[in-house]
């Protein structure tokens, strides 16, 4: 059970635990742990690493830029087409840490062995669509997105210190008093 997304990312789903608690027995908190379990089994099936969200991916503009674009699963969104394209971006796989850490962590090294680590941390994303790659197994997006990075510290952040962004923010009382709803 869970509630759709228009395009199946994690990010549309996850990115709200950065700073906002999830309650046990919730919709929301089921929805959560649909979307990570459903995008778990989606790599599992392609026998690839899972965490498809919005990134970069192997196409380029005139200037040669990577290209940007949201990525889902369909299994959790609307929009057709979603399974057309199969590019893991680490981020999500660090938006899962609050719920399914060491499956997380073992799709960090996954990752990892397939070229996503770089000087400066995980790179943007993986692309292993096969209309743009060849005859490649994948193709990594050498970059670095700022609020992709920054999305992956605050996981972190959250999941080695009891969750404190979500306890920073509801500690004003202005939010506090959202909590019930």
Request: aromatic share 16%; net charge negative.
């Given at each position: ?14 990115m709200p635990l950065l700073t906002m608690p999830t309650f046990d027995y919730t919709l929301l908190d089921e929805t959560y742990r649909t ?119 605050m996981a972190l952040i959250n999941c080695l210190n009891d969750k404190i962004m979500q306890k ?14």
């Amino acid at each position: 059970k869970a509630l759709v997304s228009w395009g199946g990312t994690m990010f549309e789903y996850l990115m709200p635990l950065l700073t906002m608690p999830t309650f046990d027995y919730t919709l929301l908190d089921e929805t959560y742990r649909t979307v990570i379990t459903a995008q778990r089994a989606w790599g599992e099936r392609n026998r690839l690493p899972w965490g498809v969200s919005e990134s970069a991916f192997y196409a380029f503009d005139p200037a040669m830029f990577y290209q940007y674009k949201a990525f889902g699963i369909q299994e959790i969104g609307l929009k057709r087409g979603l399974n057309d394209d199969y590019i893991v971006a680490p981020y999500a796989t660090a938006l899962a840490f609050d719920l399914f850490p060491a499956e997380a962590v073992k799709n960090i090294y996954y990752l990892a062995d397939e070229g996503a680590m770089g000087e400066y941390g995980l790179y943007d994303a993986i692309d292993y669509t096969r209309s743009r790659i060849g005859k490649e197994k994948s193709a990594v997006i050498y970059t670095y997105m700022a609020h992709h990075q920054g999305m992956i510290v605050m996981a972190l952040i959250n999941c080695l210190n009891d969750k404190i962004m979500q306890k920073r923010l509801f500690s004003y009382p202005f939010m506090k008093a959202c909590e019930m709803l």
